[in-house]
């Protein structure tokens, strides 16, 4: 059998750990029940385990477990906030302001109410993908009614500084919300602190079941309304309808656990690998990180290559290593990613980048024969062009 590429796409998705699985299986088998079904024995016990995994992931966050909402993930989690509050709150205003290196999830939605008459601002960010604080507080506005900035951007990795858009946010009274679908096990999260409002979560990217997100919605100071944007047996308080898929929920919240308990030491070795990468990468002339040096998730490597051509690397890199050009909810796309065009890039730039997402079971020999390999690949394809 052929041996199957090395996997660095940890961004788009990760595997399920074995000890996840592991938590899961009961409840698809044994424990099948419906949580909702209050009347007897089978009942009881899948109420119990969603009730265990809302207060772990609760206490990821620093929230109380009545705040989470459970989705089908981190999409669902963002159109519920952002609908859910534009339809809340249009006695309040109209305005939206987000960013342009968000998730197609935050932007869609916001696509979508712009169609319906509210004006969405689109803050532009700094060559380095950080958003400048004074640009979001110029923004503001008296009819502002939500701010979105995503926690850790899933193409180049960029932590915004959450604390700070939070402190600002409440200052003027307006509701923040977060996509942390990219952050949650990898970065400490604290609702509290950063005074977040509303907080996308997902399952998949943090070695849990894919399907499974959550919302974080403040209850308190100030209590936050939203609008359902599913209709159905009033599930989760009314906020979305739909039986609860226990299984994943128990995996949910295991990856969470296991990741929150080994984040200290984890980051320091996913971050490790990705400066090898990028030491042995950084040899070759026309190679460019894209987003901040430092400010960024401890795994993630955004490269762009000079004088190629980005599908042509794709190909080459693909016998050896799996990785993606952008974001893989946008990769079937032709268009550059709109990441990359933000922080400045040429078309030619955005289109040669290469996304390098390390994860949990990669190893130092992994990194090095994907340097060599990419190494190869790019002086070759050089060679070629000059031909």
């Given at each position: 059998m052929a041996q199957?590429?090395?996997?660095l796409d940890c961004n788009a998705t990760t595997p399920v750990d074995q000890r996840v699985l592991a938590a899961m299986l009961?409840?698809?088998?044994?424990?099948?029940?419906?949580?909702?079904?209050?009347?007897?024995?089978?009942?009881?016990?899948?109420?119990?385990?969603?009730?265990q995994a809302r207060e772990t992931l609760a206490a990821a966050i620093e929230a109380q477990p009545e705040e989470l909402v459970f989705t089908s993930g981190a999409t669902e989690a963002n159109n519920l906030a952002i609908k859910g509050v534009a339809e809340a709150y249009i006695s309040k205003g109209r305005h939206?302001?987000?960013?342009?290196?968000?998730h197609s999830a935050v932007?869609?939605?916001?696509?979508?109410?712009?169609?319906?008459?509210?004006?969405?601002?689109?803050?532009?960010?700094?060559?380095?993908g950080l958003l400048a604080l004074t640009t979001l507080e110029q923004a503001l506005r008296s009819d502002?009614?939500?701010?979105s900035v995503m926690a850790a951007n899933n193409e180049i990795g960029v932590l915004q500084p959450l604390a700070a858009i939070g402190a600002l946010c409440r200052a003027h009274q307006v509701l923040f919300h977060t996509d942390a679908a990219q952050a949650i096990g990898k970065i400490p999260l604290d609702v509290e602190a950063m005074q977040i409002d509303l907080m996308s979560l997902t399952a998949h990217k943090v070695y849990g079941p894919k399907g499974i997100g959550a919302l974080y919605v403040r209850r308190r100071s100030p209590r936050v309304q939203l609008a359902p944007q599913l209709h159905g047996g009033g599930h989760e308080r009314g906020l979305r309808s739909g039986t609860l898929p226990t299984p994943q929920l128990v995996g949910f919240a295991k990856a969470v656990e296991l990741a929150i308990g080994d984040m200290p030491s984890e980051t320091e070795r996913v971050t490790r690998l990705r400066d090898r990468?990028?030491?042995?990468?950084?040899?070759?002339?026309?190679?460019?990180?894209?987003?901040?040096a430092t400010q960024r998730l401890g795994g993630n490597l955004n490269i762009s290559v000079a004088g190629i051509d980005g599908q042509a690397l794709l190909l080459g890199l693909q016998p050896v290593v799996a990785v993606s050009s952008g974001s893989a909810c946008s990769s079937v796309k032709t268009a550059p990613s709109h990441v990359l065009q933000a922080l400045g890039q040429s078309d030619a730039l955005a289109y040669a980048s290469i996304r390098f997402g390390i994860g949990r079971f990669n190893t130092i020999a992994e990194i090095d024969r994907v340097a060599e390999c990419a190494i190869a690949t790019i002086r070759s394809l050089r060679q070629v062009a000059t031909v």
């Open positions: 199957r590429p090395i996997y009961p409840y698809f088998t044994e424990h099948f029940g419906n949580a909702a079904s209050v009347n007897h024995l089978y009942g009881w016990e899948a109420e119990a385990a969603v009730q939206i302001i987000t960013v342009a290196t968000e932007l869609d939605p916001c696509r979508y109410l712009q169609a319906l008459g509210f004006e969405v601002t689109v803050l532009s960010v700094q060559q380095d502002t009614i939500l701010v990468l990028w030491q042995k990468l950084n040899v070759l002339d026309g190679v460019q990180l894209n987003g901040h």
